[in-house]
Nanobody, 121 residues
């Protein structure tokens, strides 16, 4: 069974950068597309970015041009480089393997604990 562990969040000023990491245990991770999601307080979880098993990427419009998703060499780690952060990026960030592109509802694995990103103005 795959377990997902997110890390790298923190408090940053608007305009700053953070790099999030997601590490997954379990061999089934290697052939999966992976994605980052976020949930702001009082809001539903939303899809942020995806990367396929051939490293094709896709981004939500709100983060395109500012965030970059990538895989580690070992293929069991996914990163999210976040630049030019805005207060509206404040949320808990999660990774998972999507079964439907761009959907925050259709994922393969149990959600991890997430990592909190707080952007101050």
């Amino acid at each position: 069974q795959v377990q997902l562990v997110e890390s790298g969040g923190g408090l940053v000023q608007a305009g700053g950068s953070l790099r999030l990491s997601c590490t997954a245990s379990g061999s089934s991770f290697r052939s999966s597309s992976m994605a980052w999601y976020r949930r702001a307080p009082g809001q539903q979880r939303e899809w942020v970015a995806s990367i396929t098993n051939i490293d094709s990427t896709d981004y939500a419009g709100s983060v395109k041009g500012r965030f970059t998703i990538s895989r580690g060499n070992a293929k069991n780690t996914v990163y999210l480089q976040m630049n030019s952060l805005k207060p509206e990026d404040t949320a808990a960030y999660y990774c998972n393997a999507p079964t439907v592109p761009r959907s925050q509802y259709a994922v393969q694995f149990a959600w991890g604990q997430g990592t909190q990103v707080t952007v101050s103005s």
